[in-house]
T-cell receptor, first 115, second 107 residues
Framework: EAQVTQNPRYLITVTGKKLTVTCSQNMNHEYMSWYRQDPGLGLRQIYYSMNVEVTDKGDVPEGYKVSRKEKRNFPLILESPSPNQTSLYFC??????????????FGPGTRLTVL | DAKTTQPNSMESNEEEPVHLPCNHSTISGTDYIHWYRQLPSQGPEYVIH???SNVNNRMASLAIAEDRKSSTLILHRATLRDAAVYYCSRRGNMLTFGGGTRLMVKP
């Protein structure tokens, strides 16, 4: 089944404890991205990757890191999480960024709470 | 600052058509217009997209204004399962979402 998977689905952690949220897709998509969703602020893009070894900042990249060493995986890293990073996180992928085949497929979400 | 604006909420009766508007007056000439919907406790789900011409698929239709400053998502016959938050977005290298319209469908 074609899908985007995220792990963990739920995470409660404490301020300053490094964490990684994994994202994987099995559709051979070139483009992958991370979003956070907050009440009143909607969905905002954190980082995106046009292809392996190519990453770019989105609208809210502060406090996050990403890497794209292989096509299928795009982990989101919080080196020193803070309470303002408590949010619902979505990973997504698409065949490409440009042209007509750029609809995004979203994962199920990771609910992160930073105490 | 480019913005995508949508009404906060809309209501429809079951089996009737629904027209969900979106304003994207500062959209770039190469950005696509995408629509996604989100059901409770799920990730956004792709609905439809277009660049300049109107588009139809099995889920919905997308009507794009000639000047591309606005678009309308059309659900031809709303069902209770269509109750969701519908997001209009601009798709270039990034995907920039509007605030979303919560669609309520009455039986």
């Amino acid at each position: 089944e074609a899908q985007v998977t995220q792990n963990p689905r739920y995470l409660i952690t404490v301020t300053g404890k490094k964490l990684t949220v994994t994202c994987s897709q099995n559709m051979n998509h070139e483009y992958m991205s991370w979003y956070r969703q907050d009440p009143g602020l909607g969905l905002r893009q954190i980082y995106y990757s046009m292809n392996v070894e190519v990453t770019d900042k989105g609208d809210v990249p502060e406090g996050y890191k990403v890497s794209r060493k292989e096509k299928r995986n795009f982990p989101l890293i919080l080196e020193s999480p803070s309470p303002n990073q408590t949010s619902l996180y979505f990973c997504a992928s698409s065949l490409s960024a440009s042209g007509d085949y750029n609809e995004q497929f979203f994962g199920p979400g990771t609910r992160l709470t930073v105490l | 600052d480019a913005k995508t604006t949508q009404p906060n909420s809309m209501e429809s009766n079951e089996e009737e058509p629904v027209h969900l508007p979106c304003n994207h007056s500062t959209i770039s000439g190469t950005d696509y217009i995408h629509w996604y919907r989100q059901l409770p406790s799920q990730g956004p789900e792709y609905v439809i997209h277009g660049l300049t011409s109107n588009v139809n698929n099995r889920m919905a239709s997308l009507a794009i204004a000639e000047d591309r400053k606005s678009s309308t998502l059309i659900l031809h016959r709303a069902t209770l399962r269509d109750a969701a938050v519908y997001y209009c977005s601009r798709r270039g290298n990034m995907l920039t979402f509007g605030g979303g319209t919560r669609l309520m469908v009455k039986p």
